[in-house]
């Protein structure tokens, strides 16, 4: 099952490192991972999204408590707690004058915003859930997209809970 | 007192109370050694290379249960002490290693003697620093100290860089004996409900099994787990690292489990159905295949490190804390009168009848008869010879198994073997920091002569330091464990496993100026022996020429059961 795990970190140079050395030494799946300091810098907030069964997930957690540098961490997918999670995606695509009257109606539809125009392209802004922004790559053909970028997801629980020090 | 970072270094180790720094000096460490001169509290051991030195360090840190330290120069000096950090990582032994370090300024440009020692390090240590500001490097001194002993011990790499240690750069320095630290809080304190939980099932128990591990002697639990065992009559099995933590001559103790563990050990780790697992993790050497792994058991599991639980096995009550502080709670609950032990009861008359029946088969017996030198018979004169107090370190392979098995550990913290890595090369320099830390007692090294050849070097360290370790080749020119494996799975092809070019070496120990005996009759070993230890001020090289083919039995194959194993074949005990 595909698990969120929201991690607050020391900010502290190397802590990504363990983060990610602990993911490959022990072969586990890292399908996306963000990380920016907080509020407080003297912290990071990483958003780790993996997979695997609960066991493996159990251990993930414990493993990754284990590390010096982790100071706090939060599964967003346990029973108990409710989650929203977003993604940002920025897209370059290919906007000959034919296409560009469906590139804006398809922006708008999606709720995208166009960040930067010019005589051959268009670069699209868009936020969502990874569902939501696959949506939005399947609309277009290969040939059409010259880039993506995206943020990797990051998620936050629902009402008062909040992780923090 | 204002003090450039070699002193800093020097003067924190003072404060520490750091015995022996065991070390080897160059480039980007010659400012500490500078400094490490005007230091005289601390003793700093020159070895001959660096893995001995994390190595004697690990050794010191095993016999005492106090930190050791080591010292070693950037480049080179670092990455041959990985094995040792990493051996003391997977036996979580408490080491502080300081590494050398090029300028900050060069960092990153593959300068001379440079390597990422953070990087190189980090997947085997418990944490690391890389200092990169005079002004961190007490505090991180401290932290390290405090990581390396606590909660779940463990190595901590500290890299310093030349430009940290600058002799013309002094800052204002106090000793912090402790710090906070708000991302580290190990947990100490089992939890009273899982506890109690615990021992209900355990009284219940109609064949319950202790099963300990090196977090009893890490844990320094071994009275308490004395007295819960009498307490409760059950009978305990111990993994390779938990030996000596309860008395191997007492009736309840079934010996080790595992590989190569007894027939009863592991006949009542398939048959038990309460298994209290206190300070062991569950290593494959130990379970065997999962599969078979106590198919009808309740398990208990005791340790400090969360992430040891439910790792490979999946248990029933977890209980997370400190190994002598969870068994001490548990001794104080059996004092209430709603928990009466029933250790009359005729199910664990049944259960002790049944393991004594299992016991009859007597599986470490072996052919005493020959005239060719069996080593298991010179690990059980050496057993003879040397009283509880003897500390007896090891080498890696069939040497390191017999030792286990022959040799019967009555203390905690006297059985030093690299037993999650298996660091052949281990034994020697081990030994060496065990005979400083025990200066007038027997410390003996058994080992083989593949293992010993790998940190012979260090046989120039004993002499230098006056060290009398009595060192037991068992020299079957082969490497042993190889050729038995070779024997039982690849149908007898010894691909490479035949020791060629061996060195006398009764030679080679004189050569050093130590004492050096070659031992070929069995009827020769007791006398060797008890010559050999007489000499108490003398390093004694003891070569016992053994059996060429000699296999260590009992053994579960590698994906079989605990009820699988094999005894030794009758043709071999003739």
Redesign the interface.
Same mark, same amino acid.
């Given at each position: 099952m595909r698990h969120i795990i929201s991690i607050l970190l020391?900010n502290e140079?190397?802590a990504l490192?363990?983060v990610a050395?602990l993911f490959s030494?022990r072969a586990y799946n890292i399908e996306s991972l963000t990380v920016a300091p907080t509020e407080d810098p003297s912290m990071s907030r990483m958003t780790l999204v993996t997979s695997g069964s609960a066991?493996i997930i159990? /251990?993930i957690t414990? /493993?990754l408590?284990?590390l !010096?540098? *982790? *100071?706090k961490l939060n599964d967003l997918n346990v029973s108990c707690v409710q989650h929203i999670e977003r993604e940002m995606m920025l897209i370059k695509l290919k906007a000959p004058a034919s296409a560009r009257e469906e590139i804006m109606r398809l922006t708008d539809i999606f709720r995208a915003n166009i960040i930067d125009v010019n005589g051959d392209t268009y670069t699209v802004e868009l936020t969502g859930t990874t569902e939501k922004l696959n949506a939005f790559i399947n609309v277009f053909d290969c040939d059409s997209i010259l880039e993506t970028v995206r943020s990797g997801v990051m998620g936050i629980a629902r009402g008062s809970s909040s992780l923090h *020090? | 007192m204002e003090l450039s970072g070699g002193e800093i270094i020097a003067q924190f180790l003072h404060d520490e109370g750091v015995e022996y720094l065991f070390g080897y000096p160059g480039g980007a460490v010659l400012q500490i050694y500078d400094a490490l001169l005007r230091a005289d509290k601390t003793k700093h051991i020159l070895v001959r290379h660096e893995q001995a030195a994390t190595h004697a360090a690990d050794g010191y840190a095993r016999s005492t249960g106090k930190t050791g330290v080591a010292l070693v120069t950037s480049g080179p000096g670092m990455t041959n002490a990985v094995t040792g950090i990493a051996t003391a990582y997977l036996d979580s032994i408490p080491l502080v290693v300081l590494t050398g370090q090029v300028p900050t300024g060069v960092i990153g440009s593959d300068a001379f003697q440079e390597v990422d020692s953070?990087?190189i390090s980090?997947?085997c240590v %418990?944490?690391n620093f +890389?200092v990169k500001d005079i002004n961190d490097l007490a505090e991180t001194l401290t932290k390290a100290f405090y +990581?390396a002993s606590s909660g779940r011990p463990g190595p901590v790499v500290v890299d310093i860089p030349k430009d940290v240690t600058d002799p013309n750069i002094k800052i204002p320095y106090t000793y912090q004996q402790s710090i906070e630290?708000?991302?580290?809080n190990p947990v100490t304190k089992g939890h009273p409900f899982q506890i109690k939980k615990a021992l209900e099932l355990m009284l219940q128990a109609k064949k319950p099994v202790f099963y300990t591990g090196g977090g009893v002697v890490l844990g320094n639990a071994s009275e308490t787990l004395r007295t819960l065992v009498k307490t409760l009559n059950f009978p305990i099995t111990s993994t390779l690292m938990g030996l000596g933590a309860y008395p191997s001559s007492d009736e309840q103790f079934l010996g080790m489990l595992g590989m190569h563990g007894t027939y009863e050990a592991n006949m009542a780790m398939h048959d038990t159905d309460v298994l209290i697992a206190v300070g062991a993790r569950f290593d494959d050497r130990v379970t065997g295949h999962l599969e078979h792994f106590c198919p009808t058991a309740k398990i208990i599991h005791i340790d400090i490190?969360?992430?040891s !639980?439910? %790792?490979t096995v /999946?248990v029933d009550i977890p209980i997370v804390g400190d190994v002598d502080d969870v068994l001490t709670s548990m001794l104080e609950l059996l004092k209430d009168s709603d928990n009466k032990v029933t250790n009359d009861s005729d199910a664990m008359k049944a259960w002790w009848k049944q393991i004594k029946q299992w016991r009859k088969k007597n599986c470490l017996r072996y052919n005493k008869k020959t005239k060719t030198i069996k080593p298991q018979y010179v690990i059980e004169k050496l057993n003879e010879i040397t009283d509880d107090d003897a500390y007896i370190t090891s080498d890696v392979g069939q040497h390191q198994m017999f030792a286990a098995q022959y040799y019967k550990f009555e203390k905690p913290r006297h059985w030093i073997n690299s037993g999650g890595l298996g660091t052949m090369g281990f034994g020697l320099p081990a030994a060496m920091g065990v005979q400083l830390a025990h200066l007038d007692k027997t410390v003996a090294c058994v080992t083989g002569e593949g293992s010993i050849q790998m940190n012979i070097q260090e046989l120039a360290t004993c002499m230098q330091y006056q060290l009398p370790i009595k060192i037991i080749n068992l020299n079957n020119r082969y490497l042993g464990m190889v050729r038995q494996w070779q024997e039982f799975f690849y149908e007898g092809r010894y691909a490479m496993s035949y020791m060629d070019s061996i060195p006398d070496f009764v030679k080679l120990a004189e050569s050093y100026r130590h004492v050096g005996m070659k031992v070929e009759q069995t009827s020769d070993v007791e006398d060797a022996l008890r010559e050999a230890f007489a000499m108490k001020d003398k390093l004694v090289f003891i070569d016992f020429i053994s059996n060429r083919e000699e296999n260590v039995y009992p053994m579960i194959a590698e994906g079989k059961g605990h009820h699988e194993m094999e005894l030794a074949p009758d043709s071999e005990l003739l």
């Open positions: 020391e140079s190397g490192s363990r050395g030494a066991e159990e /251990q414990k /493993q408590n284990k !010096i540098d *982790v *100071v *020090v | 953070v990087g980090r997947p %418990k944490h +890389l +990581l630290m708000r991302s580290y490190d969360p992430s !639980i439910s %790792k /999946q």
